[in-house]
């Protein structure tokens, strides 16, 4: 039963580029949610995912957009890259319904801006 | 808004003994839930246990528990008998009451196993 999967591992841009990261859930799950966890930090809740489209987002700029495919997979797309948008991107799977569903975690892109 | 803290940046525990880590939440919800999640070093958030506010009993997996006292609003990890591959990060979260799964996190606790 594969867990999160998330792609790539690393990513090195420099400022201005654009980058996309991906993620399929783990198998049975059907929303994807992101987050960014800058270096020494907790995890920051970026957006989630359900039936394709957008239904929550966290207090980040339009730069950051997604999209869920009809397989449940999604993809973090993040626009004019910022120094200070460095850091590990986290993809999330659970299965839709009560806040007591626990969340599964992937392993992480690390994006470096330079 | 949710709020968790966490306020131990890092804990050293020798091998084989227990050690708690704490976290404080802040929320005006009447239900809500609590998760721990470990992260080693390799990045991957780890699921470790959950509290549902309403629980009569303090959640306990393997060697996991939580000392949940709603009163004091606080919600502390006990890891028994501490294994060298306990060391790695720490986060206590909490969803946002809305419907679809938002976590909000603390800051984390570093713990370090010593043998």
């Known amino acids: 039963d594969a867990g999160v999967t998330q792609s790539p591992t690393h990513l090195i841009k420099t400022r201005g580029q654009q980058v996309t990261l991906r993620c399929s859930p783990k198998?049975?799950?059907?929303?994807v949610s992101w987050y960014q966890q800058a270096l020494g930090q907790g995890p920051q809740f970026i957006f989630q995912y359900y039936e394709e489209e957008e239904r929550q987002r966290g207090n980040f700029p339009d730069r950051f957009s997604g999209h869920q495919f009809p397989n449940y997979s999604s993809e973090l797309n993040v626009n004019a890259l910022l120094l200070g948008d460095s850091a590990l991107y986290l993809c999330?799977?659970?299965?839709?319904?009560?806040?007591?569903?626990?969340?599964?975690f992937g392993d992480g892109t690390r994006l470096s801006i330079l | 808004a949710q709020k968790i803290t966490q306020t131990q940046p890092g804990m050293f525990v020798q091998e084989k003994e227990a050690v708690t880590l704490d976290c404080t939440y802040d929320?005006?919800?009447?239900?809500?839930?609590l998760f721990w999640y470990k992260q080693p070093s390799s990045g991957e958030m780890i699921f470790l246990i959950y509290q549902g506010s309403y629980d009569e009993q303090n959640a306990t997996e393997g060697r996991y528990s939580l000392n949940f006292q709603k009163a004091r609003k606080s919600a502390n990890l006990v890891i028994s008998a501490s294994q060298l591959g306990d060391s790695a990060m720490y986060f206590c979260?909490?969803?946002?009451?809305?419907?679809?799964?938002?976590?909000?996190f603390g800051t984390g606790t570093r713990l370090l196993v010593s043998p």
């Open positions: 929320t005006s919800d009447q239900s809500y839930g």
């Open positions: 999330a799977s659970s299965v839709l319904g009560g806040n007591n569903q626990p969340q599964h």
């Open positions: 979260a909490m969803p946002m009451n809305t419907g679809f799964q938002k976590l909000v």
């Open positions: 198998s049975g799950h059907d929303t």
